[in-house]
C-alpha cells in the first residue's frame, strides 16, 4: 500500500472528498462508481469495474477471492486443471 500523505476530515454527512491528483491517477471521474471493502481496521475504496479480469466481459460474472471473472473464463480454466 502507497501513502500519498493526503488527510481529510469526515464531513457531518460521513463524506470525504478524493483529492483531484488521485482521481486523475486512477482515472475516476465524476458519477463513477467506487466499491467500499473493509480489511480488518482499514477501509479500502476501489473503482468499480463490474467487468473479468481476464477477458473484460461484463456478462456473467461472479466475484471470486476479491476478482471478478465471467463464466467463460472459469470454463477455460476448469478446462485447464
Not at 34 to 53: M, S
Request: aromatic content about 6%.
Amino acid at each position: 500500500m502507497k501513502s500519498t500523505g493526503v488527510v481529510r476530515k469526515v464531513d457531518e454527512l460521513g463524506r470525504i472528498v478524493l483529492p483531484i491528483e488521485i482521481r486523475k491517477v486512477l482515472d475516476i471521474k465524476q458519477k463513477d462508481a467506487i466499491e467500499i471493502f473493509t480489511d480488518n481496521d482499514r477501509i479500502i475504496l476501489q473503482k468499480y469495474e463490474p467487468a473479468c479480469v481476464f477477458c473484460s466481459n461484463t456478462d456473467d460474472v461472479i466475484y471470486f477471492n476479491g476478482k471478478r471473472i465471467c463464466a467463460a473464463c472459469i470454463k477455460q480454466l476448469k478446462e485447464q486443471m
